[in-house]
């Protein structure tokens, strides 16, 4: 499997119009049609989508470790008081 940083490199011997399409996103590196560029492309996509799931999951993790730590406990029977409504004209 490829590095997934050599898709910059490979992007460099590329005519300017095609690397820059290469560097901006994968689907433009995978639009230029090198096996290579896409196997890599892909590659880098993939790792750093990976990335992204495990931190978006630590951060669910830890939302749901400080709501339980400091969201306030019902106890049972307990109801809130009613609240007094004032109407208008009455």
Not at 5 to 32: E, F, K, N, V
Not at 58 to 83: C, D, K, N, Q, W
Request: with cysteine; aromatic share 6%; charged share 15%.
């Amino acid at each position: 499997m490829l590095n997934p940083r050599r898709w910059w490199a490979l992007a460099a011997g590329l005519p300017p119009a095609a690397a820059t399409a290469a560097r901006d996103s994968a689907s433009g590196a995978i639009a230029i049609g090198s096996p290579e560029l896409t196997r890599s492309a892909r590659a880098a996509f993939v790792t750093g989508m990976d990335l992204t799931l495990w931190v978006c999951g630590g951060i669910a993790v830890l939302s749901i470790v400080l709501a339980l730590v400091f969201l306030p406990r019902r106890t049972r029977g307990a109801v809130a008081p009613a609240e007094k409504v004032a109407t208008i004209g009455a």
